[in-house]
T-cell receptor, first 113, second 114 residues
Framework: KAGVTQTPRYLIKTRGQQVTLSCSPI?????VSWYQQTPGQGLQFLFE???????NKGNFPGRFSGRQFSNSRSEMNVSTLELGDSALYLC????????????FGPGTRLLVL | AQSVTQLGSHVSVSEGALVLLRCNYS??????LFWYVQYPNQGLQLLLK??????LVKGINGFEAEFKKSETSFHLTKPSAHMSDAAEYFC????????????FGQGTELSVKP
């Protein structure tokens, strides 16, 4: 089975722009979760989508949004980028229950200038 | 609310020595616990998980962890460190009613000296 894929792998944007990141889960997985990783804050949960519905949400401002398509692929969008949004954005897929393993993609590294 | 605390942001051991990475959790319901490893410029790879079966869990690459409810701990160990074990290790917790949401500790960077 193919693993979780994320595109693009690297991205450079300037403040005020918006960005869309994409995540394709493992075939058959219905849950996609997004995480932000920074040196200062570590790994923080952004949100989870399950069967095209947002099921869980972390403590991030409304500039961070996401969606999931009928094929379980997911996108996250960050509007009005700030310098502090520079991070590694990881997505993970699973079958959707708490005890199931989440499989992580390689991440998208976003740099905001 | 769930939380995870990893004691020690950096741990250094000699090759062949015991590896012990500490993790304590807080959860209002029986938790599911995970250890992930991250190599530079890569995503996270699952080492092992506890899902309320055996309290001693064996994972990949010779790692194991023991769930101790009385101590709310899930420490990761490996009897003999190898140079290739140098990486960052994350402990995480999830709950049944939280679906695909993981709460991570701050991570422990493991260095292995020759």
């Amino acid at each position: 089975k193919a693993g979780v894929t994320q595109t693009p792998r690297y991205l450079i944007k300037t403040r005020g722009q918006q960005v869309t990141l994409s995540c394709s889960p493992i075939s058959g997985h219905r849950s996609v979760s997004w995480y932000q990783q920074t040196p200062g804050q570590g790994l923080q949960f952004l949100f989870e989508y399950f069967s095209e519905t947002q099921r869980n949400k972390g403590n991030f401002p409304g500039r961070f949004s996401g969606r999931q398509f009928s094929n379980s692929r997911s996108e996250m969008n960050v509007s009005t980028l700030e310098l502090g949004d520079s991070a590694l954005y990881l997505c993970a897929s699973s079958s959707g229950t708490g005890k199931e393993t989440q499989y992580f993609g390689p991440g998208t590294r976003l740099l905001v200038l | 609310a769930q939380s995870v605390t990893q004691l020690g942001s950096h741990v250094s051991v000699s090759e062949g020595a015991l590896v012990l990475l500490r993790c304590n959790y807080s959860s209002s319901v029986p938790p599911y616990l995970f250890w992930y490893v991250q190599y530079p410029n890569q995503g996270l790879q699952l080492l092992l998980k506890y899902t309320s079966a055996a309290t001693l869990v064996k994972g990949i690459n010779g790692f194991e962890a023991e769930f101790k409810k009385s101590e709310t701990s899930f420490h990761l160990t490996k009897p003999s460190a190898h140079m290739s074990d140098a990486a960052e290790y994350f402990c995480a917790v999830s709950e049944d009613n939280q679906g695909g949401k993981l709460i991570f500790g701050q991570g422990t960077e493991l260095s292995v000296k020759p």
